[in-house]
């Protein structure tokens, strides 16, 4: 087969890998705060969740895995003047990290399909971040070819999370804060109308 057909057949999986990724951490999330719901709605929607994982994770983000690797090690076998490359050796090296944090989802996967819940939503969302950071890595790596100017790409895309966490974060305050002044104002409501009828 063409180099480039295997390229584009690593480029293919690859975003379909990273596609699954991300989704299955949002699954992670929505399943976690269901926990938080009343019955009915908590063991509906924790058993969609479950279902609609496991056909993202089997028949999506296992496989694009799989393949990804396969045409990846393909084009490395075909051309291994690049294993000579800096840029290459740090991919690389990110691609053991996308593979260990893929184990690491695989894990949490089990865990919810049997109702442990052993992370928040917050501690999944903040773990969502770190493929975010690894495409960027590997896409800077090897659109600029350097071991070293990958890393102004990273930086940036990390400060862009922490300012977006922390927007978050104050959303999230202000939010809580108008809803506590609601609840404030119809106790104080419900008091005046209690006084009227007495």
């Given at each position: 087969?063409?180099?480039?057909?295997?390229?584009?057949?690593?480029?293919?999986?690859?975003?379909?890998?990273?596609?699954?990724?991300?989704?299955?951490?949002?699954?992670?999330?929505?399943?976690?705060e269901a926990e938080?719901?009343?019955?009915?709605?908590?063991?509906?929607l924790q058993t969609q969740y479950k279902l609609m994982s496991k056909r993202l994770w089997y028949i999506i983000t296992w496989p694009s895995a799989i393949f990804a690797s396969f045409f990846g090690f393909?084009?490395?076998y075909k051309n291994p003047y690049y294993l000579s490359e800096s840029w290459m050796l740090v991919k690389?090296?990110?691609?053991?990290?996308?593979?260990?944090?893929?184990?690491?989802?695989?894990?949490i996967?089990?865990?919810?399909?049997?109702?442990?819940?052993?992370y928040s939503a917050f501690k999944l969302r903040i773990f969502n971040e770190v493929a975010t950071l690894i495409l960027f890595a590997v896409v800077f790596l090897v659109t600029l070819k350097s071991a070293i100017n990958w890393i102004w790409g990273v930086v940036g895309i990390?400060?862009?999370?922490?300012?977006?966490?922390?927007?978050?974060?104050?959303?999230?305050?202000?939010?809580?804060?108008?809803?506590?002044?609601?609840?404030?104002?119809?106790v104080l409501e419900s008091d005046k109308i209690k006084e009227l009828e007495n």
């Open positions: 087969m063409d180099f480039l057909y295997v390229k584009s057949l690593h480029i293919i999986f690859i975003v379909t890998w990273f596609a699954g990724l991300f989704y299955i951490v949002r699954l992670f999330i929505y399943h976690t938080n719901k009343l019955e009915p709605a908590k063991s509906i393909w084009m490395l690389l090296a990110f691609v053991f990290g996308l593979y260990f944090y893929h184990g690491f989802c695989h894990n996967y089990n865990k919810l399909q049997k109702d442990i819940i052993k990390i400060l862009f999370g922490v300012l977006l966490m922390l927007a978050v974060r104050l959303y999230k305050k202000i939010k809580e804060k108008k809803s506590w002044e609601k609840a404030e104002k119809e």
